[in-house]
């Protein structure tokens, strides 16, 4: 019923910025929260920023004062700005979505492709 797809993962140098955006796509009627995860090779996928229906957002303490995140409803798109980008930044990023598509009554979650993102000199 509903897919997500990301963009924006690259290679930087530290201190650089990326900007990922992830869009859903499909039958949907309502999108609840949202949200961005990371997981680096090797360890498990961790919680990096969520941003709430009503504008709310929470982040991981690493990334505090370095990382955005942000939603355009009109668009059905999350982004999350990363700004003074450090090497530890560097794993898989997925976007997830907990939305009402088509003519169910409740949401589910969805989870995009994942975009790597490298942080290297």
């Known amino acids: 019923q509903v897919q997500l797809v990301e963009s924006g993962g690259g290679l930087v140098q530290p201190g650089g910025s990326l900007r990922l955006s992830c869009a859903a796509s499909g039958i949907i009627v309502s999108i609840d929260d949202m949200g961005w995860y990371h997981q680096a090779p090797g360890k498990q996928r961790e919680l990096v920023a969520t941003i709430s229906s009503g504008g709310s957002t929470d982040y991981a303490d690493s990334v505090k004062g370095r990382f955005t995140i942000s939603r355009d409803n009109a668009k059905n798109t999350v982004y999350l700005q990363m700004n003074s980008l450090k090497p530890e930044d560097t794993a898989v990023y997925y976007c997830?979505?907990?939305?009402?598509?088509?003519?169910?009554?409740?949401?589910?979650?969805?989870w995009g492709q994942g975009t790597q993102v490298t942080v290297s000199s």
């Open positions: 997830q979505m907990r939305v009402r598509s088509g003519y169910f009554r409740s949401f589910n979650n969805y």
